[in-house]
């Protein structure tokens, strides 16, 4: 088990924001190491900087300072274009309010991130109704995201989020909009799909009740990691 | 492809708003299609009815006559016009070829005396119609053929002791069918001669000024007047106007081969009032086009806001999934595009509908500016009009989606993701 690469290397990272004149720290020094296969998740109180790490490991945002290696590549260097395409291909999002696309069906949505990668139309199709099979609704395929209850819609998010067979799925508060058990399923669903893929998964929230399906715990509080309290 | 697919989608959901804007640039484009066809219409009716009634599309004189023969007319007639007419009568495109010798003369009835400008001409040779009763309708249609006989008769080559009279001649004159007249000139060697004339018929042009003063009779009796066998021009009347160019490219090779002193102008060159009235309707049509250039802007753009607004974390999700930028940007101006195509294509169907039903029902005009005649509009429906109008929809759709596009293309993708 140490011997296990490391998918995701975060190194002293810092993230300010201003507000008016004065800086607000999101993260002031975070390390962490995550390793391939880990079902990793991030805990803490509300404004202790989880979304904000959550999007430096996934490009959308660029550190004060520090470093963020995904895959072996370092985010803070590149340009929006070639984040892009880190994204688009070695990274999954699942997001609190699912954000699934409303004119597109099931299908398409999980479909959507393929069409950036160079694959025949064919291929796209057989690859999402593998992915929304493998999340239990490919009889859902035809329908539209406001034919869908929350915890479907979800599901259909988390199958768009391993569609392209990512190194890493980040999962910002996937449970939040949720009721209780049916968060509790969709977190089962992804532990299972992270056993069964192998893929990377880190996910954030500060619901108590679905932290002990992690396999392993990272708080944070105000803006840096803390032992557990 | 896709992108454009989910343009097309997005720009449905909204079925309302989209609606409100595809009518705005449909309701555009009606009008260019309409007035185009309008104005088409009107300067097609204006054009025949100036060539057929008055300048034919080719008209030939001696060299010279055109600058200074207006001081001394008789010394630039074309004085064995037989032959060239010959010739020019035997090119294809040509439908007649009509002498005419113009002079300036006094009208008498006896009581009244007046100055007018007589046209001996070959009434065989003449577009010229009479107005029937079924013609009253649509008055138009006659003056589309040649000059209209309103009352009488038209001039005939058998009866050489004839006149027409321009409608407002007639009336200065208080001549009717019948009225005998004296027509007092001087002939080419430059004495006093006279005749005695009939008034054998009225008529009108589409120009008033020209039936305020012009009287016509056969070529013969006004050479006799005259004492001359010379013609001052030759009327060429052609099968289609669009064949006036080549026409008068064929006639000046023929008179460099042939050494003729001869010199041409063409419709265009004589009706100086029709080119302007042209010019101006361009001119009005432009500024028109430019108006609904504008609604559709302001209406797309309006739309494309809103739309930006509202789908922003939508837009920080497509980023987030790996979207570039420039495809934000292409997403939105293909949805504006979408909107600018639909409401062309539904403008273009408008239009169509619109003009060919006023094209068969016809709209009843007043008399054009310098005109008598009341007519009838028939808008024509013109294919590049309509190709204008669907590319103006879409290209003005593309560039006022340009900014809330590119505002979209510029969202922080992590301040996208945390709007509500
Ligand atoms: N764009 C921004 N401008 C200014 N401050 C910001 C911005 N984004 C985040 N912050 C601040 O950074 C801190 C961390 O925010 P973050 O959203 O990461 O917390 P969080 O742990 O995800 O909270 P929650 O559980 O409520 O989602 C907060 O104090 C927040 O106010
Ligand atoms: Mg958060």
Not at chain 1, 57 to 84: C, F, K, M, T, Y
Not at chain 1, 101 to 107: D, F, H, I, Q, R
Not at chain 1, 175 to 192: H, P, S, V
Not at chain 1, 211 to 229: K, N, Q, T, W
Request: charged share 20%.
């Amino acid at each position: 088990m140490t011997t296990r690469e490391s998918v995701l290397e975060i190194v002293q990272v810092t993230k300010q924001y201003r507000v008016g004149s004065s800086p607000v720290f999101a993260l002031r020094g975070v390390s962490l190491s995550v390793s391939r296969g880990e079902f990793l998740a991030i805990a803490g109180p509300s404004g202790s900087g989880k979304t904000t790490l959550l999007n430096l490991v996934g490009g959308i945002e660029q550190p004060s300072s520090g470093a963020v290696r995904l895959n072996g590549v370092e985010l803070q260097h590149l340009s929006g274009d070639v984040l892009a395409d880190v994204r688009a291909r070695h990274t999954g999002f699942v997001f609190q309010s699912f954000n699934l696309l409303p004119v597109l069906t099931a299908l398409e949505n999980v479909e959507f991130p393929l069409l950036t990668h160079r694959l025949s139309s064919e291929q796209r199709r057989r690859q999402a109704q593998e992915a929304l099979d493998r999340v239990g609704l490919l009889s859902h395929a035809a329908h539209k995201p406001m034919e869908l209850s929350g915890g479907q819609r979800q599901r259909v998010a988390i199958a768009r989020a391993i569609v392209t067979r990512p190194a890493i799925v980040l999962a910002d508060e996937p449970t939040a909009n949720l009721d209780q058990a049916t968060g509790a399923q969709i977190l089962q669903l992804m532990r299972n799909l992270n056993r069964a893929l192998g893929t990377t998964c880190v996910f954030s929230t500060h619901d108590h009740n679905i932290l002990r399906l992690a396999e392993r715990l990272v708080h944070l509080s105000d803006g840096v990691i803390v032992d557990a309290p | 492809m896709t992108t454009f697919r989910l343009a097309v989608r997005n720009c449905l959901r909204h079925r309302t708003r989209s609606c409100i804007t595809i009518c705005a640039i449909a309701f555009g484009c009606t009008a260019i299609i309409f007035v185009g066809g309008f104005f088409e219409d009107l300067l097609y009716k204006m054009r025949e009815s100036y060539i057929k009634g008055q300048t034919g599309h080719l008209q030939i004189y001696r060299q010279g006559f055109f600058e200074k023969g207006r001081a001394a007319p008789f010394d630039y007639l074309i004085e064995d016009p037989g032959q060239i007419t010959q010739l020019i009568r035997e090119l294809p495109d040509v439908a007649s070829v009509a002498r005419r010798l113009s002079f300036s003369a006094l009208l008498s009835t006896g009581d009244t005396t007046i100055s007018c400008l007589a046209q001996g001409i070959e009434p065989d040779q003449e577009p010229t119609v009479v107005l029937t009763e079924s013609d009253r309708g649509r008055r138009d249609r006659p003056l589309l053929d040649g000059s209209v006989i309103e009352a009488g008769a038209p001039l005939q080559a058998t009866a050489p002791f004839t006149a027409v009279l321009g409608r407002g001649l007639a009336g200065a004159i208080a001549a009717t069918p019948g009225t005998p007249l004296i027509l007092v000139s001087h002939t080419t060697g430059g004495a006093i001669n006279a005749l005695d004339l009939t008034v054998q018929g009225i008529f009108f042009t589409s120009s008033k000024v020209f039936d305020d003063h012009v009287l016509r009779l056969p070529l013969g009796t006004a050479q006799q007047l005259l004492q001359t066998s010379a013609v001052d021009s030759l009327v060429i009347v052609l099968h289609r106007t669009e064949t006036t160019p080549r026409v008068k490219e064929q006639l000046l090779r023929l008179f460099q081969d042939r050494g003729l002193p001869l010199e041409l102008k063409t419709w265009e060159d004589l009706s100086d009032f029709y080119v302007k009235t042209r010019d101006l309707f361009g001119r009005m049509f432009s500024v028109l086009k430019l108006v609904i250039a504008i609604i559709v802007v302001l209406s797309i753009y309006n739309t494309m806001n809103m739309a930006v607004l509202e789908r922003t974390t939508e837009i920080g999700t497509m980023m987030a999934l790996g979207v570039k930028r420039r495809g934000i940007l292409w997403l939105f101006l293909c949805e504006g595009a979408a909107l600018g195509a639909m409401g062309g294509l539904v403008g273009i169907g408008l239009g169509t509908a619109t003009t060919l039903g006023a094209h068969l029902i016809g709209i009843p005009m007043p008399p054009p500016p310098g005109a008598t005649m009341e007519w009838m509009s028939q808008p024509m429906i013109i294919p590049s009009v309509l190709i204008f109008a669907f590319c103006l929809s879409v290209v003005t759709a593309m560039l006022s989606s340009w900014h809330p596009a590119y505002r979209a293309s510029r969202l922080e993708i992590a301040e996208a993701l945390r709007h509500v």
